[in-house]
């Protein structure tokens, strides 16, 4: 999408350009690589394969505590998101992206924020088994989660919150890389621990299979890749390790009522047993 | 110690035919290759029949006879669906002694299993899903949830007739049809539950089955009018099957391997905790994704643990399967026989101890004794290659943490054990243990309410429960 002009004439000052680098491990560093492609005008980071690595083991060390965190703290994290999301809602204004979609990217958060301490219970609960016995099952993370992402704020969104939301951590892919970036400068800002949300800009073909086929990764989402044979080979890479993969769905439509499906697509089910009996 | 008189149960109640066709479009026919294979008796080596292998040409004929029958199959009300299905689960109960007699038979699992474990349970999945054919609307999975199509199930051989129960009843629940192949070496029983369909008058080609071998498997799974595929069985064909489904858009369930940890902490209750590692490793020979194949014990304990452990295996009773007082039976084939072997061998070069009760083994068919090896680390391949055989590996650990640390250390993730009093500690350890199924104070438990299922490389989808519907509905 077109940038709105960010250079103001005036007579006295230039305007300050900002450099768009990662997003990794809580942090904003340049690619290991030195690598840079021109996006919409401003130079940002090309992603390297080092730089995947580095952003899978900042999701991994983060992915623990993350998930031990109380479901309602998790929650407050989320929604502390929409509220810095809302008060830099300018900023993607002058990215180009529409108002109403900043709307709609704030209210997702807010959204998927009630559901950190509802999920639980809406997909496990007490199973009537035949015989004495204490047995339930309740979701939980599967781990990390790489995503290739899609280019637009609430893409963007919605598949990062649905990953976050219930105790994953993620290594992101991101087209659109300003407005992924100043994504990330909002969830730097948000209380959101360092290493939950890990982003990387640049080429999909280059990067997208090391994610795919990293053993440290345990799913992989697929909704932002629009070329069927990328799927099918990231899919393939996949196999190798198992993971779970959310395949893309043809022509999402972000601004539909997401579903369960984003959520549980990335969470395992845990059954416990225990005998009854006095 | 007194002796136990024989007590084996009639085989006289089930009849087995010389030869067997493929069961498509609702009747029995030969393969058009005219390629045939035996299943023998593991108990004895005897041929016990001849069975069709099923071509590219049979599988397809399957596969198109199911699409013709889903119209119609997923246009009834689930209401009627239900009652095929009921159906089907009274007459498992009415005719599971020759189910279970037939089971052991092919198998070569005791049938004291078989008819107490194999058989009600496949009954109750039958009984379990039919109740949710009429009630998918408020499973969970949206207003309207959709049947897919066309499922390619591929079952394996520890449990026959329970994997095909597993599959099959959700599948049809949900107004799927069905091509399944089962296991080459445990044909029978699902070539018996082709009769017991046809029992139930279920329409023609809403269940079909192919035999053969992973040939016929691979291409049944590669089957381009094949709309979901479900496999239960080793990790390494999990990989496989993965990679040829991807970019298909075949949705696909797996469940595979395990080396599940099993915890005993020092405050567990002993005898008990010892039933239950007895269950865990030689519950069905150890032919058991789930078992507990890694024992792991709080090393102030150990001792005493492995003393009272080997005073009940020498208790354990191998041999004749029809037998009701027979613990272990026979292992399936010559071919799992030898990989159970060969690991037990590396587990002596590596430098474990091995260590097995006194007990006679029949001359001919395939046998093994109930094995322990201690002093095993985790870099053993014993510790961390699934054996699928009556083979345990004990392992030390001091603190919980530690115990934690050890149980996830494997790139399975299915099912695991944690023996203690103390029930703050069963929780905080069940919340750490990376594994789909979590039996406390218990082991291999299973019911057709209760959601089974790995993490890792142990697969992905749950089957059983509301979750089990989640596989085949859109």
């Not at chain 1, 730097?188 to 360092?194: F, K, L, W």
């Not at chain 2, 069709?52 to 997923?74: I, K, L, M, N, Q």
């Not at chain 2, 080396?259 to 007895?278: C, H, L, M, T």
């Amino acid at each position: 999408m077109p940038k709105a002009s960010k250079v103001v004439e005036t007579a006295t000052r230039l305007t300050v350009r900002k450099t768009y680098k990662l997003y990794i491990g809580g942090k904003f560093p340049r690619s290991e690589s030195g690598r840079t492609f021109v996006a919409d005008g401003d130079n940002v980071a090309l992603a390297s394969r080092k730089d995947a690595r580095d952003a899978v083991l900042a999701a991994r060390a983060a992915q623990p505590k993350w998930a031990g965190a109380t479901a309602y703290n998790r929650g407050q994290v989320l929604y502390r998101i929409a509220e810095m999301l809302e008060a830099r809602r300018a900023e993607f204004t002058a990215l180009g992206v529409p108002a109403d979609e900043v709307d709609a990217a704030i209210d997702r958060w807010v959204w998927y924020a009630g559901w950190s301490d509802k999920i639980a219970q809406v997909a496990g609960g007490a199973n009537p088994v035949a015989g004495p016995f204490f047995n339930i099952s309740a979701p939980e993370p599967t781990g990390v989660v790489a995503v290739i992402a899609p280019a637009s704020l609430l893409g963007l969104v919605s598949v990062i919150a649905p990953a976050i939301v219930t105790g994953n951590t993620t290594v992101l892919l991101a087209a659109g890389p300003q407005v992924a970036i100043t994504l990330a400068e909002v969830l730097a800002t948000s209380d959101v621990p360092g290493g939950v949300v890990n982003l990387l800009t640049g080429r999909y073909a280059e990067t997208a299979p090391w994610l795919a086929s990293h053993d440290d990764v345990n799913a992989l989402d697929l909704t932002g890749v629009d070329h069927p044979d990328l799927a099918a080979e990231l899919e393939r890479a996949a196999a190798g390790t198992l993971k779970r993969v959310l395949r893309p769905r043809a022509a999402t439509d972000f601004t539909a009522d997401p579903g369960l499906r984003p959520m549980t697509a990335l969470l395992e089910t845990k059954t416990v047993w225990h005998p009854k009996g006095y | 110690m007194f002796e136990y008189a024989p007590a084996p149960e009639s085989r006289s109640v089930v009849e087995i035919a010389s030869s067997y066709g493929l069961f498509i479009d609702g009747s029995f026919d030969g393969g058009k290759d005219g390629n045939v294979f035996k299943t023998v008796n593991p108990a004895t080596e005897e041929v016990l029949a001849e069975v069709t292998s099923a071509g590219s040409e049979d599988v397809d004929r399957a596969v198109a006879a199911a699409r013709r029958a889903f119209g119609p199959w997923s246009a009834l009300p689930g209401g009627e669906r239900a009652k095929y299905l009921f159906r089907i689960a009274r007459i498992i109960q009415e005719r599971s002694r020759e189910l279970a007699v037939l089971e052991s038979l092919d198998n070569g699992k005791p049938i004291k299993e078989s008819r107490d474990v194999d058989l009600p349970l496949v009954a109750a999945h039958f009984f379990y899903y039919a109740g949710w054919a009429d009630k998918l609307a408020y499973a969970g999975f949206g207003p309207d949830p959709q049947p897919l199509g066309v499922a390619a199930q591929v079952i394996p051989w520890n449990f026959p007739l329970l994997m095909l129960a597993w599959k099959v009843a959700p599948a049809l629940a949900t107004g799927n049809t069905v091509v399944l192949k089962p296991a080459e070496t445990t044909p029978l029983s699902a070539l018996f539950f082709a009769d017991v369909c046809r029992q139930a008058e279920l329409p023609a080609g809403v269940v079909n089955i192919v035999t053969g071998a992973g040939d016929t498997g691979a291409y049944l799974v590669a089957h381009p009018d094949v709309d979901k595929v479900a496999f239960t069985g080793s990790t390494e064909v999990g990989r496989a099957i993965a990679r040829t489904v991807s970019g298909t858009g075949k949705r696909l369930t797996l469940e595979l391997g395990g080396k599940a940890a099993n915890i005993v902490f020092d405050d567990a209750p002993i005898d008990q905790a010892v039933e239950g590692i007895v269950n865990g490793i030689f519950f069905n020979q150890g032919h058991v994704c789930c078992a507990g194949s890694r024992l792991l014990v709080q090393e102030s304990i150990a001792d005493e643990l492995l003393a009272s452990l080997k005073r009940r295996m020498a208790t354990l009773r191998v041999g004749d399967p029809l037998d009701k007082n027979t613990d272990i039976g026979a292992i399936n084939s010559a071919a799992q026989l030898a990989r159970i072997k060969e690991l037990s061998e590396i587990g002596s070069e590596e430098g474990a101890e091995r260590w097995s009760p006194e007990c006679s083994l029949p001359d001919r068919g395939f046998w093994f004794a109930p094995t322990i090896f201690t002093g095993v680390t985790q870099a053993h391949r014993i510790a961390r290659e699934e054996i699928f055989g009556p083979v345990l590996s004990v392992l030390t650990f001091r603190t919980p943490d530690e115990a934690v640390a050890k149980a996830n250390n494997t790139p399975y993730g299915l099912s695991a054990g944690i023996w203690t009093e103390k029930g703050s500690r069963i929780l905080a350890v069940a919340d750490q243990l990376r594994a789909g199924v979590v039996w406390a104070n218990t082991f291999n438990k299973f019911d057709p309410a209760s959601p089974f299922g790995g993490y890792k490389e142990s697969g992905y989808g749950r089957e059983g429960g509301r979750h089990g519907l989640e596989a085949y509905l859109a």
